[in-house]
């Protein structure tokens, strides 16, 4: 079974400039979570969607992201304009549901786009 | 507030070594704990859950226990190996699946 995919794995950008990671989660996982990870810290959850529902952006800096799961698959974070501050990486995981059972809800983490703020 | 405290910061140990990871929470509700490894550059993947019933759970070299009573977790980890580099992440489940992460344990093995 294919884990979830990021990318890209790397970026670097000015601040004020604008960026875009793209996540393709584990087929058939209805939940797909966005995490940003600051350095030294533990994920943070920025937005919970439910099929291309959002079940949860209370954490979103909707200022300046933004988020998309058209269809129900992938997905894509953006953050425009960035600042210094935005400097992380950004974690995107999936779950087969967002509730139920243990199996249901566990999350699988993809290898994550480390974002260089300069 | 929901919290995650890991102890220690980070570890060094030497290869063959055992070790043990700490856990405190104050989090409500309870419904799961787990702990997660992070190898550099990579996402974390799970170790073990364990609900508020179970005390102990195994994988491998990895135990992890749960006093729910005084909300402390630990991961034991037996005759570590250079691949057991790498931060360990200790998350508590509130339910819905909302979790609360902690900063982690950045553990390294020496040969």
């Known amino acids: 079974e294919a884990g979830v995919a990021q990318s890209p794995r790397y970026k670097i950008i000015e601040k004020r400039q604008s960026v875009a990671f793209w996540c393709n989660p584990i087929?058939?996982?209805?939940?797909l979570y966005w995490y940003q990870q600051i350095l030294g810290q533990g994920p943070k959850l920025l937005i919970q969607f439910q099929n291309n529902g959002v079940v949860d952006d209370s954490q979103l800096p909707k200022d300046r992201f933004s988020a998309e799961r058209l269809k129900g698959v992938d997905s894509t974070l953006k953050i425009q304009p960035a600042k210094l501050e935005d400097s992380a990486v950004y974690l995107c995981?999936?779950?087969?549901?967002?509730?139920?059972?243990?199996?249901?809800?566990?999350?699988?983490f993809g290898p994550g786009t480390r974002l260089t703020v300069l | 507030k929901n919290q995650v405290e890991q102890s220690p910061q980070s570890l060094i140990i030497l290869e063959g070594k055992n070790c043990t990871l700490q856990c405190n929470y104050t989090v409500s509700p309870f419904s799961n704990l787990r702990w997660y490894k992070q190898d550099t550059g990579r996402g974390p993947v799970s170790l073990t859950i364990m609900t508020f019933s179970e005390n102990t759970k195994s994988n491998g070299r990895y135990t992890a226990t749960l006093d729910a009573d005084t909300k402390q977790s630990s991961l034991h980890i037996t005759a570590s190996q250079l691949s057991d580099s790498a931060s360990y992440i200790c998350?508590?489940?509130?339910?819905?699946?909302?979790?609360?992460f902690g900063a982690g344990t950045i553990l390294r093995v020496k040969s």
């Open positions: 998350v508590v489940s509130l339910g819905g699946n909302k979790l609360v």
């Open positions: 995981a999936s779950s087969l549901r967002g509730g139920g059972t243990e199996l249901d809800n566990e999350q699988f």
């Open positions: 087929s058939g996982h209805a939940t």
